[in-house]
């Protein structure tokens, strides 16, 4: 590709074509994206207040990792890395190739939460101006801190005029990123946008699917918390397979393909954490039993390698669901919902089995000495 590179550009200089000459770079620009296109993914997310610092991560054990969040400045509409993260964002990528020189990094924009981040992103989206500034400033953060691409993290549009929004966002991105590259010579960024486990979100709205097979990389579908503080009964977290109510990982998958986004372009998310609850009554410690609220921490959210710590000190019962692919523990009136290895493994088996692009985990500082990534890692090849 080298030599026809070079020669093309001799070419064209001569002929000071530079409408062709842009043609050409773009037609490299898209093979390069094919090229990345092809790659499955293995991926996780990490954030500076994970428990473990970027060189920690045992890269080897990943072919993508998203480093979280950068965020979005409501007043110039710009992308911008929080001084807190400032350091630790621009040294992200080398550190983590150290182990693992293949690994690419993606800089995830955004983050949950909702209220807020949710609105900035809705109002900057709104404008094509606002727009512009928005993936001007993406483009030229990835690359000055070393990112192989952009993942857009907007939880989440919930009306058709946001949706409408987003699709001509990513529209825009898409060509921004083509243009970038052209000129530049680079490899193209990547894009990926991590969405609702499903393309209807739960107000009476659906995601541009077609645009966004069309402009993305591919999706990171959040198939986990269908069951947190809101609820008034116990539930598996990230269930695989239909536990009654919808909720699951593969009612996601066939919706999202249904909608017309290409089983290659879709990557199933996992919790690298669990849910616990208060029992109601301690001897009614199945799915769905009554429930007082959370346990352990406010929200009830404690990451795996504390869960495999309860385990341990409390003595808890584990269960393992094949029926819905999940795992929960219980101990006195305290319960909890999470993915363990067995539910990784089989979680990892269907993505391929069905085609998908892979996998992703939230988050990787969750993990109990790398055995859930290794699982998964394994579990695939």
């Given amino acids: 590709m080298s030599n026809l590179l070079h020669v093309t550009r001799q070419k064209m200089a001569s002929n000071d074509n530079r409408t062709l000459l842009f043609l050409v ?9 094919n090229s990345c296109i092809a790659q499955n993914v293995k991926g996780g997310y990490w954030f500076l207040g994970s428990g473990i610092t970027a060189s920690d991560i045992d890269s080897t054990l990943f072919t993508h990792l998203f480093c979280a969040f950068a965020d979005l400045d409501a007043s110039t509409n710009q992308v911008v890395i929080s001084s807190s993260n400032a350091q630790s964002f621009a ?14 990094t993606l800089l995830s924009i955004g983050g949950g939460g909702g209220g807020s981040i949710a609105d900035n992103f809705a109002s900057m989206a709104s404008q094509s101006s606002s727009r512009k500034t928005f993936i001007d400033s993406s483009i030229a953060l990835a690359r000055s801190n070393g990112f192989h691409g952009l993942d857009l993290d907007w939880e989440y549009p919930d009306t058709d005029a946001k949706m409408a929004n987003l699709a001509l966002l990513l529209q825009e991105w898409r060509a921004a990123v083509a243009a970038e590259a052209a000129s530049s010579g680079k490899d193209a960024l990547l894009l990926s946008a991590a969405v609702y486990y499903r393309p209807h979100y739960w107000s009476p709205t659906d995601y541009p699917a077609a645009v966004m097979a069309a402009n993305l990389d591919w999706i990171n579908a959040m198939a986990y918390d ?11 977290l990230a269930a695989l397979y239909n536990p009654g109510n919808g909720l699951s990982g593969d009612d996601g998958v066939s919706a999202w393909i249904q909608a017309g986004m290409p089983a290659g372009q879709i990557v199933l998310g996992f919790p690298f954490y669990g849910r616990a609850f208060t029992l109601a009554d301690a001897n009614n410690h199945g799915y769905f039993a009554p429930i007082t609220g959370t346990a352990i921490s406010p929200d009830g959210s404690i990451v795996y390698n504390q869960i495999t710590k309860y385990i341990s000190q409390h003595s808890a019962t584990t269960v393992y669901n094949s029926t819905v692919v999940s795992a929960y523990c219980y101990s006195g009136t305290t319960w909890i919902t999470y993915d363990d290895t067995q539910t990784i493994s089989t979680k990892v088996g269907y993505a391929k089995g069905r085609g998908l692009k892979g996998y992703f985990a939230w988050h990787v500082g969750g993990d109990d000495n790398w055995v859930l990534s290794q699982t998964a890692w394994n579990s695939w090849t």
């Fill in 91 to 104: 040294t992200f990528t080398s550190d983590v190739q150290q182990k693992n020189p293949s690994v690419l």
């Fill in 25 to 33: 770079f773009s037609f490299l620009s898209l093979l390069q994206i």
């Fill in 226 to 236: 269908f069951f947190g503080s809101w609820s008034s009964t116990t539930g598996p």
